[in-house]
């Protein structure tokens, strides 16, 4: 009886010390990806404490039904120190969010496409000064549409622009070029009517439509966020004579090891795709793109599905100065000129922020609505997926849910500023 009662004491101590040993290891590791993690926080300059905040914060964000859950991770100094999957994967399931869950990155494929089409400029191909219409001619034919009263209907007059596109208007957001639902104007209609950015079209036929419809304004003469990330896609297959996947696959996915990034989702890793889930009592969850229905359309500016493993390839390569491993997507004076501000003052931009060539690029560290320093660039996803580089703090953070519309901007600062506060040295 005695050493039945002695082995249950040992058998308990042992389950004892297995659970602290797990409350001390990152959720992450248990994904089907090992865990990033190289340095402890406080090696690298980081807070544990504040680290443990943005989990408790979290927490909170999935009890309140604004995300199912959530991977997110905090690299310094070239070392990953915080790596945390938390919640559930999908709303309706009990499987577990992992490191290596698939989520739709959105407008976090803008960096990608955009490096892709200054690859092309490295080689010679084309310049960012030169007019679109030289590769797209069919753009070449689009006027200004500006809204004006005639016998009391409203009315789309045509001009043609003060100067012509230019690829590094594609690249800034100054084409003159917008997303039909971002206003309620003539020219926002003319984008719905022809169906820009449909899933069932290609980025050719998409460029064909396109060419019909009105400018909102004149190149240059201000930022305004657009399908011109879908037409660097299209420019791209133009001059690779690819399509836009396999020359994205072949510059950047394959040479950063980005195994889990693509347009659609194989049958096989299905049951790793996170999805959103319906807030209680709020408004109708915003539609999502199905990831693996055959869509026709890669988008260049919101289309593709990645990993928080594949996208800090990608972030490790920025942060390098353009490499990954050895292996280089970017050169360091080009990398320099991307995420420099080039917009300036134009309107549309918010305070503090400026806009590179694919990035949006800190300018000064007051006046913004969040911590952090000049020269950071990093963007967003629709469904709330997150990045950005810190080169002075040497400091990059990627975030990964699937969140509605009305709550990525909450999460997306929460998780920021959250991270700022965790530097200590």
């Given amino acids: 009886m005695k050493?039945?009662?002695?082995?249950?004491?040992?058998?308990?101590?042992?389950?004892?010390?297995?659970?602290?040993?797990?409350?001390?290891?990152?959720?992450?590791?248990y994904g089907e990806t090992p865990s990033p993690v190289t340095a402890k926080p406080e090696e690298v300059g980081l807070s544990s404490t504040q680290l443990q905040k943005i989990q408790a914060a979290t927490e909170q964000n999935i009890k309140d039904g604004l995300i199912p859950g959530a991977v997110m991770l905090v690299a310094r100094r070239g070392k990953v120190a915080w790596v945390s999957a938390q919640g559930r994967?999908?709303?309706?399931?009990?499987?577990?969010?992992?490191?290596?869950?698939?989520?739709?990155?959105?407008s976090m494929t803008k960096p990608l496409t955009s490096i892709t089409l200054m690859q092309l400029v490295e080689e010679g191909r084309l310049q960012v000064s030169d007019p679109v219409e030289k590769y797209l001619p069919e753009l070449g034919k689009m006027k200004v549409g500006t809204e004006v009263v005639v016998e009391g209907k409203p009315t789309l007059h045509l001009a043609d622009p003060d100067r012509p596109m230019t690829v590094q208007d594609l690249l800034r957001h100054t084409s003159g070029l917008?997303?039909?639902?971002?206003?309620?104007?003539?020219?926002?209609?003319?984008?719905?009517?022809?169906?820009?950015?449909?899933?069932?079209?290609?980025?050719e036929e998409m460029v064909h439509s396109l060419s019909g419809v009105p400018l909102l304004f004149s190149p240059g003469q201000r930022w305004e966020y657009s399908v011109a990330v879908d037409v660097?896609?299209?420019?791209?297959?133009?001059?690779?004579?690819?399509k836009f996947s396999e020359a994205l696959g072949e510059r950047v996915l394959k040479p950063l090891g980005m195994v889990d990034?693509?347009?659609?989702?194989?049958?096989?890793?299905?049951?790793r795709v996170a999805q959103p889930g319906q807030k209680?009592?709020?408004?109708?969850?915003?539609?999502?793109?199905t990831v693996d229905d055959g869509a026709k359309y890669e988008s260049g500016g919101g289309g593709l599905l990645s990993t928080a493993d594949d996208y800090l390839h990608f972030a490790q390569a920025l942060s390098n100065g353009g490499t990954w491993q050895g292996k280089r997507i970017i050169g360091r004076k080009t990398l320099e000129y991307m995420t420099a501000d080039h917009v300036g003052a134009r309107p549309g931009r918010p305070d503090g922020f400026g806009f590179g060539l694919g990035f949006e690029v800190?300018?000064?560290?007051?006046?913004?609505?969040l911590p952090g320093s000049v020269g950071e660039y990093g963007?967003?996803?629709?469904?709330?997926?997150?990045?950005?580089?810190?080169?002075?703090?040497?400091?990059?953070?990627?975030?990964?849910?699937?969140?509605?519309?009305?709550?990525?901007?909450?999460?997306?600062?929460?998780?920021?500023t959250m991270v700022q506060a965790a530097l200590i040295e």
């Fill in 232 to 242: 660097q896609g299209r420019l791209i297959e133009v001059l690779t004579g690819k």
């Fill in 280 to 289: 209680p009592d709020g408004p109708p969850m915003t539609p999502r793109f």
């Fill in 379 to 416: 963007w967003s996803g629709a469904a709330g997926t997150h990045f950005w580089i810190d080169p002075k703090e040497q400091l990059f953070a990627i975030y990964m849910v699937q969140a509605s519309e009305g709550d990525t901007r909450f999460l997306n600062r929460q998780f920021r």
């Fill in 178 to 203: 917008t997303y039909g639902s971002r206003g309620a104007t003539l020219v926002h209609k003319a984008y719905l009517d022809a169906k820009i950015g449909d899933r069932t079209a290609t980025v």
């Fill in 89 to 106: 994967q999908t709303p309706d399931s009990d499987a577990s969010m992992k490191y290596d869950s698939i989520f739709r990155i959105y």
């Fill in 3 to 29: 050493n039945a009662t002695l082995d249950l004491v040992l058998r308990l101590k042992r389950r004892i010390a297995l659970g602290l040993l797990l409350l001390a290891v990152p959720a992450a590791a």
């Fill in 362 to 369: 800190r300018t000064k560290e007051g006046e913004a609505g």
């Fill in 261 to 271: 990034t693509s347009f659609q989702v194989p049958a096989e890793k299905l049951l």
